[in-house]
């Protein structure tokens, strides 16, 4: 924050240097109005960008500490072996991507979203002889159309309420994450808006004095 100057700051004196109302008028011009406006509403955003970026992340701490506190609880209740990378799947599929899209002024924005349903394995012209070869089968069923299974059945039918906390709370975690990055680069983009318009008014405010 210490290199957020308040355009206020640099606003030229009533009066001038003693000269007539001809200088006066060429130093508070049109173009240093608009300049000083908008500075003032890129301050404010900026401001609100910085709060609103300060109260997410600490809802984030809070989020991923109640995270591992219930996942605490849960290996209490079933057993330290009983909730482990023992238990993980062979074969992990993801249940939600990270999308990124363009938004207003060229600012990438985040957002978690489910994933999408991986479409049915296609059988090359090979495999397709070897089957007719082999007679008619069953068709198997589409497994990979399937929704990706919910990591809890890793762990058992009946999982304590305690683990199901656990993963809510990553999962918030998770989307409070990508408005972080977001919210991030709307800032860093806002910074450089800002240096760039003090800039403008300052040679602005040097080529009428």
């Known amino acids: 924050m210490e290199d957020l ?3 206020l700051a640099v606003l030229p004196t ?3 240097d003693g000269e007539g109302g001809g ?3 060429e130093c508070v011009s049109m173009a240093a109005l608009d300049l000083r406006a908008e500075l003032d509403s890129l301050l404010l955003q900026l401001l609100g960008d910085l ?3 300060e109260g997410k992340r600490a809802v984030l701490n809070a989020r991923v500490e109640e995270g591992w506190l219930s996942l605490a609880k849960a290996r209490y209740a079933m057993g330290t072996k009983s909730v482990g990378p023992l238990q993980y799947a062979s074969h ?3 249940q939600v991507c990270l999308q990124a899209s363009e938004a207003q002024e060229g600012l990438q924005k985040f957002k978690v979203v489910r994933s999408s349903v991986h479409a049915p394995e296609e059988v090359g012209p090979r495999e397709a002889a070897l089957r007719r070869r082999k007679g008619p089968t069953k068709t198997p069923e589409p497994q990979s159309s399937e929704a990706p299974r919910d990591p809890l059945n890793w762990f058992g039918i009946l999982v ?3 683990l ?3 993963q809510a709370s990553f999962r918030d975690g998770l989307q409070l994450a990508a408005d972080i990055a977001s919210l991030q680069n709307r800032i860093d983009w806002g910074r450089s808006q800002l240096r760039g318009l003090q800039e403008k008014l300052k040679q602005l ?3 009428a004095a």
């Open 23 to 25: 200088s006066g008028s």
């Open 205 to 207: 405010e040097l080529g």
């Open 92 to 94: 992990m599929e993801p």
């Open 51 to 53: 709060e609103e970026l």
């Open 164 to 166: 199901r906390q656990a």
């Open 160 to 162: 304590p309420h305690s």
């Open 14 to 16: 009533a009066g001038g």
């Open 5 to 7: 100057v308040c355009p």
